[in-house]
């Protein structure tokens, strides 16, 4: 199985993370580290996700609020 994030998607997650997420972040991936890349990847993928669905929602409250 092959697994593949862009460098664009990993500069965009580091670029969005705060010094204690990176932290956190790398704490992640050396704790899946000797599971394997596989187990990196989804590390990196769950973050990711967790922080797409963040700004997602920070959109939309923005607009509603501004709104109100």
Do not use: W
């Amino acid at each position: 199985m092959s697994f593949s994030l862009s460098l664009e998607e990993l500069n965009h997650l580091y670029e969005r993370l705060s010094p204690e997420e990176r932290d956190e972040l790398l704490q992640g991936l050396l704790i899946a580290a000797p599971r394997g890349g596989g187990a990196m990847v989804k590390v990196l993928e769950d973050t990711m996700l967790c922080h797409a669905t963040e700004e997602l929602l920070e959109g939309p409250l923005e607009a509603d609020e501004a709104g109100s």
